[in-house]
């Protein structure tokens, strides 16, 4: 699980840092000197984001306190770095439309993951009915 972790990591970091730079691009001043800090600290959220997608293999866990917890650590690293960086205003209108589209994206995801692992679920057991001795049925 850790090698996934940093693998995945990885792949973050790369991607955060895409779009530390595509918020580079929207500044009038852009220079290398302005792009290059967000487009390195913008990799860590994504780094962060990615390697902390191994929660949804601890199996002991429901997919609701996973995407629970992935949330909480999502979020926690975006909102820091949005403010750290200065991509959103504090607490303005941006950063609401952005919190608000994380929350239904996570939503989505959850209710894609719950009714696929409910089909999984009622596929074995149409499968358990299927091996079953016919005294039992």
Known sequence: MCK???LLGFIGY????VIGLCFTLQYKDFSI???LP?????GIPGAVIMSSTVIYDIE???ILRATATHFLFAMGVLVFACFALKWFKPWSAAFWIMLAAEVVCYILIWLIMYSAYKAKVRKLNMLL???EPEEKK
């Open 33 to 35: 000197a302005t792009a």
């Open 14 to 17: 790369v991607i955060g840092c």
């Open 4 to 6: 996934k972790a940093v």
């Open 38 to 42: 967000h487009i390195v600290l913008g």
């Open 129 to 131: 009915k299927e091996g």
């Open 60 to 62: 002991e866990w429901s």
